[in-house]
C-alpha cells in the first residue's frame, strides 16, 4: 500500500519561506513515479502547484508559483520536497502532494495516491 506522509506546514509572513516534504513509501515500480503538490484554497477550486518525475527528472511548475518554488527530491529518493520563497498571500490554502506513475501528468492534477493535506497560510 502506497502512503505519503506531509510534513506541517505554517503560518509565515509574506515575502517569507517555508519548506513542505512528501515521503513516499509502499512505492512498487521503481523510479517510475512522480510526486506533485496540489492546493486547495477556500472557495476555489484545486490548482496544481509543482511536480517532479523521478522516471525522467523533468520538473514542472504552475504559472502562478514559477519562479517562488522549487521541487526536488533529496538523498532519500522517495522524498520530495517543496520549497516555497517570497509566498503571496495567495498561496494560502491547503497542500497535499500526490504520487502518479510514471510521469507527472500535463495539468499537475492528477494522482493516484494523496497525502493528508497540510494548511500553509501566509498572512499580509
Known amino acids: 500500500e502506497v502512503q505519503l506522509v506531509e510534513s506541517e506546514g505554517g503560518l509565515v509572513q509574506a515575502g517569507g519561506s517555508l519548506r513542505l516534504s512528501c515521503a513516499a513509501s509502499?512505492?512498487?515500480?521503481?523510479?517510475?513515479?512522480?510526486i506533485g503538490w496540489v492546493r486547495q484554497v477556500p472557495g476555489k477550486g484545486r490548482e496544481g502547484v509543482s511536480c517532479?518525475?523521478?522516471?525522467?527528472?523533468?520538473?514542472f511548475y504552475a504559472d502562478s508559483v514559477k519562479g517562488r518554488f522549487t521541487i526536488f527530491s533529496g538523498d532519500a529518493k522517495n522524498t520530495v520536497y517543496l520549497q516555497m520563497n517570497n509566498l503571496k498571500p495567495e498561496d494560502t490554502g491547503v497542500y497535499y502532494c500526490?504520487?502518479?506513475?510514471?510521469?507527472?501528468?500535463?495539468?499537475?492534477?492528477?494522482?493516484?495516491?494523496w497525502g493528508q493535506g497540510t494548511q500553509v497560510t501566509v498572512s499580509s
Open positions: 500526490g504520487v502518479n506513475y510514471p510521469y507527472c501528468e500535463s495539468t499537475l492534477l492528477q494522482y493516484h495516491v
Open positions: 517532479f518525475a523521478r522516471s525522467n527528472g523533468r520538473t
Open positions: 509502499g512505492l512498487q515500480f521503481g523510479d517510475n513515479f512522480a
